[in-house]
Nanobody
Framework: QVQLVESGGGLVQPGGSLILSCVAS????????MGWYRQVPGKQRELVAS???????NYADSVKGRFTISGDGAKKTIYLQMNSPKSEDTAVYYC??????????????WGQGTQVTVSS
């Protein structure tokens, strides 16, 4: 089994900063990519940022220049540095990993989600 555990969510003021972390553990053979998604009630889950094993990052237009995704491959951990958040960034943030487990099965794994609320 594979587990993704997020941490770092909470309340942040507009213009402040917050860091989310996600650690992958379990029967992992290889991680192809990891990323952050977010979802608000009534809307589809959307990609925020991703980082494949090549290291080439990808961002949603709405967060470019404000959020930074980074990773530590050896620790199977990714981070999301959220600078100058806006109220519209309020959402549940989910960690995602496309990986191959030790049975050589490729699939997507999801974390349980962490709430981020941007408010003064």
């Amino acid at each position: 089994q594979v587990q993704l555990v997020e941490s770092g969510g909470g309340l942040v003021q507009p213009g402040g900063s917050l860091i989310l972390s996600c650690v992958a553990s379990g029967s992992i053979f290889k991680v192809n990519s990891m990323g952050w998604y977010r979802q608000v009630p009534g809307k589809q889950r959307e990609l925020v940022a991703s980082i494949p094993d090549s290291g080439r990052t990808n961002y949603a237009d709405s967060v470019k220049g404000r959020f930074t995704i980074s990773g530590d491959g050896a620790k199977k951990t990714i981070y999301l540095q959220m600078n100058s958040p806006k109220s519209e960034d309020t959402a549940v943030y989910y960690c995602n990993a496309e990986l191959m487990n030790t049975a050589r099965t490729v699939y997507n794994a999801w974390g349980q989600g962490t709430q981020v609320t941007v408010s003064s």
